[in-house]
């Protein structure tokens, strides 16, 4: 019933930007928080930026000062806008929320993924 849609991925060269988004479809409650995370090839899975409901954000440290994440609450989107691209940013991104249902129950859910390429 909840399910969350990314778009925006591609490939960039070294130095571009490049703008994702995550839609979150269906019925809740509300949504508690937002994140992007990101899988490389032979790595774990990482958190790259999160939102919370009240605004807070963080990112982790190989991405701040080049990312920025933002929402627009009326849309129930989140965006993460990526500058100045590194080689090291390629990966799979995945959009991941946790949301509460209408019968108060908490849980996260996870968008498809969508590849983001920086190479020359």
């Known amino acids: 019933q909840v399910q969350l849609v990314e778009s925006g991925g591609g490939l960039v060269q070294p130095g571009g930007s490049l703008r994702l988004s995550c839609a979150v479809k269906?019925?809740?409650?509300?949504?508690?928080?937002m994140g992007w995370y990101r899988q490389a090839p032979g790595k774990q899975r990482e958190l790259v930026a999160a939102?919370?409901?009240?605004?807070?954000?963080n990112y982790a440290d190989s991405v701040k000062g080049r990312f920025t994440i933002s929402r627009d609450n009326a849309k129930n989107t989140v965006y993460l806008q990526m500058n100045s691209l590194k080689p090291e940013d390629t990966a799979v991104y995945y959009c991941?929320?946790?949301?509460?249902?209408?019968?108060?129950?908490?849980?996260?859910?996870w968008g498809q993924g969508t590849q983001v390429t920086v190479s020359s």
């Open positions: 939102i919370t409901s009240g605004g807070s954000t």
């Open positions: 269906g019925s809740f409650l509300s949504i508690n928080a």
């Open positions: 991941n929320a946790e949301i509460t249902g209408w019968n108060l129950e908490i849980h996260d859910y």
